[in-house]
């Protein structure tokens, strides 16, 4: 079936420091990838998103990268602030009817000033 | 433009005992999802509807969960009995369509069965 591995967590790192999130996946077909995040204490939010091999997705500074070689989507941003400690999910929607997000187990992401 | 609504936010129980959660979703949005998250875990899809038709409901707990979409607006989802390990935020969320468009999901409520 259809899942998402990502790297385990927490994360912690200080303020202004590299973030990479690892996410793969493993698919019968194509799917759309998603980064999700979840601020403390609130839903899920939807961060970036990427429908086809070589898509880029970026948002408020982060950006993740389809590729299909490799199955994977990894989360990077070059900058962390305090304000982006959350919880990050990755996901895949595939395009047949009836199947649809699949989510990864989260990466609790923790940014110290 | 209005948000994935659900009520409640927080609702305790004891085992044995029903529990119901209602989500209005945004409007226009055809597709509705139910999702389980247990503390730690991603989101699991329980059921999903298209309008008012269930497309997929393999990972419903049957035996216990029910859900309903009537008119293909808002929905509920309901638990008869609780268990212990029914303790869990339930996520509701919409999207426009089933291919490869973005959930917008809603607070969710957080269900503690003691």
């Known amino acids: 079936g259809n899942s998402v591995t990502q790297m385990e967590g927490p994360v912690t790192l200080s303020e202004e420091a590299f973030l990479t999130i690892n996410c793969t996946y493993t698919a019968t077909g194509y799917p759309s990838l998603f980064w999700y995040v979840q601020y403390p204490g609130e839903g899920l939010q939807l961060l970036l998103k990427?429908?086809?091999?070589?898509d880029k997705g970026s948002n408020k500074g982060f950006e993740a990268t389809y590729r299909k070689e490799t199955t994977s989507f990894h989360l990077e941003k070059g900058s962390v602030q305090v304000s982006d400690s959350a919880v990050y999910f990755c996901a895949l929607n595939m395009d047949l009817y009836g199947q649809n997000f699949v989510f990864g187990p989260g990466t609790r992401l923790s940014v110290l000033p | 433009e209005a948000g994935v609504a659900q009520s409640p936010r927080y609702k305790i129980i004891e085992k044995r005992q029903s529990v119901a959660f209602w989500c209005n979703p945004i409007s226009g949005h055809a597709t509705l999802y139910w999702y389980q998250q247990i503390l730690g875990q991603g989101p699991k899809l329980l059921i999903q509807?298209?309008?008012?038709?269930?497309?997929?409901d393999s990972q419903l707990p049957k035996d216990r969960f029910s859900a309903e979409r009537l008119k293909g607006v808002d929905s509920t989802l309901k638990i008869q009995p609780a268990k212990l390990e029914d303790s869990a935020v339930y996520l509701c969320a919409s999207s426009p369509g089933t291919h490869y468009y973005e959930q917008y999901f809603g607070p969710g409520t957080r269900l503690t069965v003691t």
């Open positions: 509807f298209q309008n008012n038709g269930v497309v997929d």
């Open positions: 990427a429908t086809k091999a070589d």
